[in-house]
């Protein structure tokens, strides 16, 4: 299996080996560590994120938008 995974800081996209499924990778551009969730997992996320366009959004540092 292959994971199409997005860096949250730089938005750079990597296809990884499904083996990096529910750890923590680096970017391989910026450094950026950040978790690549289980293929059951990616349902889930997707909904969250649907549910906040329009809504007000907290960044890992708290800081808000919208």
């Given at each position: 299996?292959?994971?199409?995974?997005?860096?949250?800081?730089?938005?750079?996209t990597w296809r990884?080996?499904?083996?990096?499924?529910?750890?923590?990778?680096?970017?391989?551009?910026?450094?950026?560590?950040?978790?690549v969730p289980k293929?059951?997992?990616?349902?889930?996320?997707?909904?969250v994120i649907e549910?906040?366009?329009?809504?007000?959004?907290?960044?890992?540092?708290?800081?808000?938008?919208?």
């Amino acid at each position: 299996m292959e994971i199409i995974a997005k860096c949250p800081e730089c938005g750079r996209t990597w296809r990884l080996d499904g083996s990096v499924a529910d750890r923590r990778i680096r970017c391989k551009h910026c450094g950026r560590l950040f978790k690549v969730p289980k293929p059951e997992q990616v349902p889930k996320a997707a909904e969250v994120i649907e549910q906040a366009k329009g809504t007000i959004y907290v960044d890992e540092d708290g800081k808000t938008y919208g």
